[in-house]
């Protein structure tokens, strides 16, 4: 029997292990956003209460996207400012990489490559250059998009136009974005994650 207990203890532990997802592991707590979608606003308070008192989430992290909200975008997003000074600089960083990366490999090329880059050294940069910095861009252009926003911003529309109620949580880098999730998963199942 205790053997039976300790087998079913350890895969809970492993199960709850598995909630962790990779952004959870690549990205620190501190940028990662939890939604959830309720039914009504009565239940989001009730399960408020309950997270906080289980964890050390704080009123001025919480969000609480209703049908008709004027603010739902703010709540869902940080500053536009921001938001396109990362992708400004994310722009120029990546690009200028490729750009680097383009001018030493055609270096090398002209240097010790084969004859024709050796005799053609100004279309060997050209052929080099070019896809360098247009491969950095496409990468930053990647990054600006952020596919895995689009899960929240759309699970928590998709409740408001329903006339769900959304709960909104920014964590911080010393809370689990797992144990968040999980207490949530105790009260509904609709819940997301993102970096924010």
């Known amino acids: ?3 039976e207990n300790s087998n079913s203890a350890t895969s809970q532990k492993d199960s709850s292990k598995g909630h962790e997802n990779v952004r959870a592991n690549v990205v620190s707590n501190g940028n990662l956003q939890v939604a959830a979608v309720f039914s009504s ?11 906080q008192d289980e964890t050390s989430i704080e009123v001025s992290q919480v969000e609480i ?7 739902m975008s703010e709540k ?3 500053n536009s400012a921001a938001i396109g000074k990362s992708m400004w600089s994310s722009h120029l960083l990546l ?10 490999v055609a270096f090398f090329l002209t240097q010790f490559g084969p004859a024709l880059t050796q005799q053609n050294p100004l279309f060997t940069y050209i052929a080099l250059i070019s896809p360098g910095l247009f491969i950095g861009l496409f990468i930053a252009g990647l990054i600006g998009l952020r596919p895995d926003r689009n899960e929240v911003i759309q699970t928590v529309r998709h409740a408001v136009r329903y006339g769900k109620v959304a709960l909104i949580i920014n964590l ?6 797992s144990e968040v999730s999980q207490l949530l998963k105790q009260h509904t199942d609709k819940v997301v994650e993102s970096v924010r």
């Open 1 to 3: 029997m205790n053997v």
């Open 41 to 51: 606003r009565q239940k989001v308070q009730e399960v408020l209460n309950a997270v």
């Open 65 to 71: 996207v209703e049908a008709g909200d004027p603010k």
């Open 76 to 78: 869902l997003e940080r």
């Open 172 to 177: 911080k880098k010393s809370q689990s974005s």
């Open 95 to 104: 690009g200028s990489v490729g750009l680097f990366a383009g001018l030493v």
